[in-house]
Structure formats: structure tokens, C-alpha cells
T-cell receptor, first 113, second 112 residues
Framework: DTAVSQTPKYLVTQMGNDKSIKCEQN?????MYWYKQDSKKFLKIMFS???????INETVPNRFSPKSPDKAHLNLHINSLELGDSAVYFC????????????FGPGTRLTVT | GENVGLHLPTLSVQEGDNSIINCAYS??????FIWYKQESGKGPQFIID?????DKRQGQRVTVLLNKTVKHLSLQIAATQPGDSAVYFC???????????FGSGTKLNVKP
């Protein structure tokens, strides 16, 4: 059983397009996150949600809009894609906010051409 | 905060040897730390954690050491196996702050 799942796993698109990445967790966790991992493997938090409410928006361009329809889902919509958006995007969840283990999804590799 | 860890260095070890991966963190207020393992094409996977009221914690074949004086964290892997080959990240959390800062990772290559 997959704990944190993301779709799609690979996404190739052209500059200027709009795309979405979906994330679901079946762990019953309250908190979910989006991270971006660049080509040098650096992981940086983008957003966190707790019980469908936005908690952290880490100075991400407003072309990125997360949406949490319920606490088991956190989707990421990206408008007007740019070359610099190419990265691997990871969804994660944790039981609660704060110092708790985060469970990561398998990642979505986004390539913008 | 974001100055956790080193720019992706590589550690090569022989199978069966012990490995030590190091991480420096910058926020003296951080009180919870996690080591993650990331295999190629996969998401980070929890290995072991430690809170700031401890200086050592052991798991199965892994030990984490925390030195708060010099803001240093290390991960020791005993009897390293080929399956341990991955990128290892340390992450720090400040109490009541809903954010982890990740280090840039260390790549571990295990030679058979």
C-alpha cells in the first residue's frame, strides 16, 4: 500500500503551459508539504498545509498555487511554466505540524522545454 | 537555517566497512534532527532521528551523534552494504516551527 502517492511521475511540457501535480496520502496525517529538489539535489520546502489550511508559503512565485480539497490531498498547480521550474517535486506528509517524521512521495520530475 | 550540511560531497567505502556521514547545521535553536536516505529515482526515506536532549541514538546498523556545542550531526552506518548506496540528507527543525531545513546531501558509494 502506497503511503504517499503522486501523479504523474514524469511531466514534460513547454514554457508557458499550465500543469498540475496531484498528491494523496493514506496515512491519516494532518500535515502535507510540497518540496522542490533542484539538479544539485537541494531540497527546499515550498508549502505546507495543516488540515487543509496553508501554513507555510516559502516565498514561492504566485504562479504556483497549492490546493488542499481535504487533508488527504494536496495538489500543486503551476501557471505559465518557465525553464527554471524544471526540477523534481516531492509531496510529503507528517502526523502533525512541527518536529515529526515526514513521509515523502516518489516525486514528479518536471521538465520544461 | 538554510545553511545545513555541505555541498553534495561523495563518500566511497568498501562493502563491509563502516561509513560516517557528517552534517553541520547553523541554527543553534534547532532541537530535532532527522537523517534521510534517498535512492536514485525515489523520495527521501526516514532513517533515524534525534532530539536535542540526546547526544546519541542507535538504530539497526545506524547511529546518529549530535554535538550541539559545535552544531554537528553525524550518521554512522555499520558494515556498509551495496544497498546503502544513496544520497543521505540531514534535516533540522526548530521547536514549534513547522519547517525542516535540509542539507545538500552526501552521496554514499559502496564498492563491492
Amino acid at each position: 500500500d502506497t503511503a504517499v502517492s503522486q501523479t504523474p511521475k514524469y511531466l514534460v511540457t513547454q514554457m508557458g503551459n499550465d500543469k498540475s501535480i496531484k498528491c494523496e496520502q493514506n496515512l491519516g496525517h494532518d500535515t502535507m508539504y510540497w518540496y522542490k529538489q533542484d539538479s544539485k539535489k537541494f531540497l527546499k520546502i515550498m508549502f505546507s498545509y495543516n488540515n487543509k489550511e496553508l501554513i507555510i508559503n516559502e516565498t514561492v512565485p504566485n504562479r504556483f498555487s497549492p490546493k488542499s480539497p481535504d487533508k488527504a490531498h494536496l495538489n500543486l498547480h503551476i501557471n505559465s511554466l518557465e525553464l527554471g521550474d524544471s526540477a523534481v517535486y516531492f509531496c510529503a506528509s507528517s502526523l502533525l505540524m512541527g518536529p515529526y517524521e515526514q513521509y515523502f512521495g516518489p516525486g514528479t520530475r518536471l521538465t520544461v522545454t | 537555517g538554510e545553511n545545513v550540511g555541505l555541498h553534495l560531497p561523495t563518500l566511497s567505502v568498501q562493502e563491509g566497512d563502516n561509513s560516517i556521514i557528517n552534517c553541520a547545521y547553523s541554527n543553534s535553536a534547532s532541537d530535532y534532527f532527522i537523517w534521510y536516505k534517498q535512492e536514485s529515482g525515489k523520495g527521501p526515506q526516514f532513517i533515524i532521528d534525534i532530539r536535542s536532549n540526546m547526544d546519541k541514538r542507535q538504530g539497526q546498523r545506524v547511529t546518529v551523534l549530535l554535538n550541539k556545542t559545535v552544531k554537528h550531526l553525524s550518521l554512522q552506518i555499520a558494515a556498509t552494504q551495496p544497498g546503502d548506496s544513496a544520497v543521505y540528507f540531514c534535516a533540522e527543525n526548530v521547536f514549534n516551527f513547522n519547517k525542516f531545513y535540509f542539507g545538500s546531501g552526501t552521496k554514499l558509494n559502496v564498492k563491492p
